[in-house]
């Protein structure tokens, strides 16, 4: 049984999807008989740049198209466009020998190289060798070079002179989807095409399309969530549907995207119409559900900033890819209820969470911060209280309690009794109020370690890291020498932005800025278990609370 993205594989310029702009220039060098000796087609994947290869190589040796050209007019390229009574080409016609050979795989004047695999010069030079040899059975020999980036700087040296001044009989084609990677010499000898992602409507109706002929029952919100995985791939989309077309059922958006982990469009909405009113609690629910049925974060990441970039467009004036399962005007109200900067600082943040993401133990934590830090804290601190430690009724019998003790604690600072979980506000003034004493010893800095920690969190969660995984060892009242147990912490700690950063929030906590020194451990010493968990028992049990209320009210 043939897969569908072979079986329905473009044989005609005419079913190219999506590359109109390509195939009517083709099409017209044909039918005019104006054959270029080279072509880059250049493109993401699955967009029909090999495809179009082979259609093109079909086209110039199709057998029902007869050259009435004197042969030793053929002696230079240069004439091979303005030779007298030359027969024009066209369309291969798909049934004659070199046609069905060409669409089998088995034509011998056709010849493919995967540059990944054949990179070197040595692969090259057989390749000029071959190149002088007339075609066996066809009018014109074709060389079609896959992922042709792949090839080494002496690969494409070597290439160059033959590029340059080719046999006659010879056509050469390179496909990538990295044209960046292409020495410029090469570029310039070739006819450059550049393919594009197909759109989304067309995607659907060839989708529908073959969904039809297969007999293969799938509602629209199906096709739409294939269309969307697809991201403009005739391929991806083809071979979507071929691993669905065994249901018996009428194929839904949850059997796509149980295959291709992808997420639903009404999903994605309601997460963005909860950013718009920064819904921290609904937000971070949303991820860890994602994350609890296996489903991929980072994929969801990327999701949402193309989504957040159509709600930049439509709020500018902008729809530059009509997509097909998108209500439009819930789009355009979406949109409204975003500023300029909001949709900007999103985007900025969840494509920061997604680097990220490969640097935590749970992928969905960056996910989670990008979250917190747009929405105010005010809004968080309201969500835990309200969601997790006490009713509204409670809220609002406590509220005036809450008020003195804050007031009083403002002037005081008075003893850990007289703060809640739900004042976390309160118990980070009392933080600063006591902490902001100068310290005299090491054991001063020591003891108030795990509050300055907190203090730098916020700013930097990495900065944390490396300064938990250290150890104070002097202190003269002026300069504080941290211990470090590896190089890569050291240098990453003495970065002028970062000691900078440090020593300000040394000066917030201590009253007076502290000047820090980095030395490397010796090599006999290893961060023991007391030492790496020393700064989390400094901290106390209310001073955890108050680390695990700050990441939500970010």
Request: proline content about 3%; some cysteine.
């Amino acid at each position: 049984m043939t897969v569908f993205y072979r079986k329905y594989r473009p044989q005609k310029l005419s079913e190219i999807v999506g590359q109109d702009h390509i195939t009517k220039v083709l099409l017209g060098q044909l039918e005019s008989g104006k054959i270029s000796h080279g072509y880059l087609f250049a493109g993401p994947r699955g967009t029909g740049k090999t495809s179009t290869a082979r259609i093109l190589a079909k086209a110039v040796n199709c057998q029902n198209k007869q050259l009435t050209i004197d042969k030793k007019q053929l002696t230079k390229a240069s004439q091979r466009s303005n030779v007298k009574g030359q027969m024009l080409f066209g369309e291969p016609c798909n049934k004659c020998e070199s046609c069905i050979a060409i669409t089998n795989g088995s034509y011998l004047d056709l010849v493919e190289i995967d540059a990944a695999s054949n990179r070197g010069i040595d692969e090259i030079r057989d390749l000029r060798e071959k190149i002088k040899l007339s075609p066996i059975s066809g009018r014109f020999k074709i060389y079609i070079i896959d992922e042709a980036h792949m090839l080494t700087n002496e690969a494409f040296n070597a290439l160059l002179k033959t590029l340059e001044e080719p046999p006659v009989h010879a056509i050469f084609i390179l496909c990538t989807t990295e044209e960046q990677k292409l020495p410029a010499t090469i570029i310039s000898r070739l006819a450059r095409f550049n393919f594009k992602r197909a759109k989304d409507q067309d995607l659907a109706a060839a989708v529908e399309k073959i969904a039809k002929i297969e007999k293969v029952k799938i509602d629209k919100d199906g096709v739409a969530a294939i269309v969307r995985a697809a991201d403009g791939s005739f391929r991806d989309a083809v071979s979507t549907l071929d691993q669905l077309s065994t249901s018996s059922s009428e194929i839904k958006e949850k059997d796509v995207q149980r295959i291709i982990k992808t997420h639903g469009w009404s999903r994605i909405y309601t997460f963005a119409d909860n950013l718009a009113s920064k819904n921290i609690r609904e937000l971070v629910r949303t991820v860890e559900q994602i994350a609890e049925e296996g489903g991929d974060i980072a994929l969801f990441g990327r999701e949402i900033v193309i989504f957040l970039k159509k709600l930049l467009l439509v709020k500018i004036g902008l729809n530059m890819r009509e997509e097909a399962e998108t209500d439009l005007a819930k789009v355009m109200d979406l949109a409204k209820k975003f500023d300029y900067v909001d949709l900007q600082n999103l985007m900025k943040l969840f494509l920061i969470a997604e680097g990220e993401m490969k640097l935590y133990p749970l992928p969905q934590i960056p996910l989670i911060l990008a979250i917190c830090k747009y929405c105010p804290a005010t809004t968080a601190t309201t969500e835990v209280t309200e969601g997790k430690i006490a009713t509204t009724e409670e809220i609002a019998t406590t509220e005036s309690t809450e008020q003195e003790h804050e007031d009083t604690e403002k002037k005081t600072a008075t003893t850990e009794d007289t703060e809640k979980i739900d004042g976390v506000k309160n118990r980070s003034k009392t933080v600063s109020t006591v902490v902001a004493k100068s310290p005299r010893s090491l054991g001063e800095v020591e003891k108030h370690w795990g509050e300055f920690l907190a203090k730098v969190k916020p700013i930097n969660s990495h900065v944390v890291a490396l300064l938990r995984s250290s150890k104070p060892s002097q202190f003269d009242g002026k300069q504080l020498t941290i211990e470090v147990f590896y190089r890569f912490h050291k240098e990453k700690l003495e970065e002028p932005r970062i000691t900078e950063m440090i020593e300000k929030v040394s000066g917030e906590v201590f009253g007076k800025k502290i000047v820090l020194k980095f030395v490397l451990a010796q090599k006999t010493a290893v961060p023991t278990k007391e030492v790496a968990m020393s700064n989390v028992a400094d901290v106390g049990q209310d001073e955890i609370v108050k680390l695990a209320s700050e990441i939500f009210s970010k």
